[in-house]
T-cell receptor, first 117, second 116 residues
Framework: AQTVTQSQPEMSVQEAETVTLSCTYD???????LFWYKQPPSRQMILVIR??????QNATENRFSVNFQKAAKSFSLKISDSQLGDAAMYFC??????????????FGKGTHLIIQP | DTEVTQTPKHLVMGMTNKKSLKCEQH?????MYWYKQKAKKPPELMFV???????INESVPSRFSPECPNSSLLNLHLHALQPEDSALYLC???????????????FGPGTRLTVL
């Protein structure tokens, strides 16, 4: 079974600064997807960024980028120019790409991100 | 339309009640999911439907009964729940593997369930 570990229960950053959230995972599979989801206090889970394991290039979405280290099984999220609206719980998630069927997501415990004005 | 809707938003029920949660999507997705999320915890997978057939049941108690009447709708029927079943129930949908966009799950806002 796959596991996802987020070792930072809470992080705080000043507005406009950069913050990095850590995520490691354990799997014996070679083909999978990794995601960062954001869940603000209003509860709607929103996809921030995705990474396919077969791609060596790190994914980037505007102010959000990842550092994907497949050999180290590490998948960190960098948020640049932090904004008040970035305050939320951030979940790292894993999904298998093997087996041919639809699979659910395996989530880490989450990191609560606080933005200081 | 990239929205997953869930009704009701809030539900309070007694342990002898029967109720249903509903989820709907019109993105043409053929995979749909139920997750349970306790406060300050990550979502935990309950069920997966693929092409309207149940493909994964994560050893969920029988007091939770999923149903997928068509490709747009997903229900979760609740009966004889326990107070520890109180949680946020999230529905999600995605394309099935092999189709474009199959790697992203879209989540609904959830139903906050309280069992008295």
């Amino acid at each position: 079974a796959q596991t996802v570990t987020q070792s930072q229960p809470e992080m705080s950053v000043q507005e406009a600064e950069t913050v990095t959230l850590s995520c490691t995972y354990d799997t014996s599979e070679s083909d999978y997807y990794l995601f960062w989801y954001k869940q603000p206090p209003s509860r709607q889970m929103i996809l921030v960024i995705r990474q396919e394991a077969y791609k060596q290039q790190n994914a980037t979405e505007n102010r959000f980028s990842v550092n994907f280290q497949k050999a180290a099984k590490s998948f960190s999220l960098k948020i640049s120019d932090s904004q008040l609206g970035d305050a939320a719980m951030y979940f790292c998630a894993y999904r298998s790409a093997q087996g041919g069927g639809a699979d659910g997501l395996t989530f880490g415990k989450g990191t609560h991100l606080i933005i200081q004005p | 339309d990239t929205e997953v809707t869930q009704t009701p938003k809030h539900l309070v029920m007694g342990m002898t009640n029967k109720k249903s949660l509903k989820c709907e999507q019109h993105m043409g997705h053929r995979a749909m999911y139920w997750y349970k999320q306790k406060a300050k915890k990550p979502p935990e997978l309950m069920f997966v439907y693929s092409y309207e057939k149940l493909s994964i049941n994560e050893s969920v108690p029988s007091r939770f009964s999923p149903e997928c009447p068509n490709s747009s709708l997903l229900n979760l029927h609740l009966h004889a729940l326990q107070p520890e079943d109180s949680a946020l129930y999230l529905c999600a949908s995605s394309q099935v593997p092999g189709l474009a966009g199959d790697n992203e799950q879209f989540f609904g806002p959830g139903t906050r369930l309280t069992v008295l």
